[in-house]
T-cell receptor, first 113, second 116 residues
Framework: AQSVTQLGSHVSVSEGALVLLRCNYS??????LFWYVQYPNQGLQLLLK??????LVKGINGFEAEFKKSETSFHLTKPSAHMSDAAEYFC???????????FGTGTRLTIIP | GAVVSQHPSWVICKSGTSVKIECRSL??????MFWYRQFPKQSLMLMAT?????????EQGVEKDKFLINHASLTLSTLTVTSAHPEDSSFYIC????????????FGPGTRLTVL
């Protein structure tokens, strides 16, 4: 079964600094990969997805992620953090032929003024 | 496009009562919907997969008689928590398969259930 590991349950960065949230998956076959953001008491919003078309994926709100097969990673980055980026971020993976998403445990991003 | 709504957004009920939560895809048809449960400061736990016109598929450990799921149309799935107890208090989130491929899901805003 697929699994997703998000290193760092809490990440704090200063406003304007680089944001790096880590995600590693377990599949030997490149899956579909997603990053979602969740604001308090809300559902999940899709930031970006990897579907094998390009290894560097650009998403909304200035976020991007790079798929690295050799490292089985799909880390999320943003060059300059904004206060509005403070939220919970979830990495998720899905296999071909299986509609289910497997979520990581989430990373809470705090932005320091 | 691709908006998923949930109703109600929050509900408080007495122990022993049943609560129904609706999940609707507003501008697209969803052959598959999913129901998740999320505890405070934790990830999402998939409860069941709901397919239009057929019985839901429950994940291991989820009581199908406690959490009744009905997917009556391509735009509506409902979750009924029967005989709710305080331990059922949680944040319930639904999602719908976008139909765009890649197993992309669009999520509803969630329903906060508190059982007294």
């Amino acid at each position: 079964a697929q699994s997703v590991t998000q290193l760092g349950s809490h990440v704090s960065v200063s406003e304007g600094a680089l944001v790096l949230l880590r995600c590693n998956y377990s599949s030997s076959v490149p899956p579909y990969l997603f990053w979602y953001v969740q604001y308090p008491n809300q559902g999940l919003q899709l930031l970006l997805k990897y579907t094998s078309a390009a290894t560097l994926v650009k998403g909304i709100n200035g976020f991007e992620a790079e798929f690295k097969k050799s490292e089985t990673s799909f880390h999320l980055t943003k060059p300059s953090a904004h206060m509005s980026d403070a939220a919970e971020y979830f990495c998720a993976v899905s296999d071909l032929g299986n509609e289910k998403l497997t979520f990581g445990t989430g990373t809470r991003l705090t932005i320091i003024p | 496009g691709a908006v998923v709504s949930q109703h109600p957004s929050w509900v408080i009920c007495k122990s022993g009562t049943s609560v129904k939560i609706e999940c609707r895809s507003l501008d697209f048809q969803a052959t598959t919907m999913f129901w998740y449960r999320q505890f405070p400061k934790q990830s999402l736990m998939l409860m069941a997969t709901s397919n239009e016109g057929s019985k839901a598929t429950y994940e291991q450990g989820v009581e199908k008689d406690k959490f009744l799921i009905n997917h009556a149309s391509l735009t509506l799935s409902t979750l009924t928590v029967t005989s709710a107890h305080p331990e059922d208090s949680s944040f319930y989130i639904c999602s719908a398969n976008s139909g765009r491929g890649y197993n992309e899901q669009f999520f509803g805003p969630g329903t906060r259930l508190t059982v007294l």
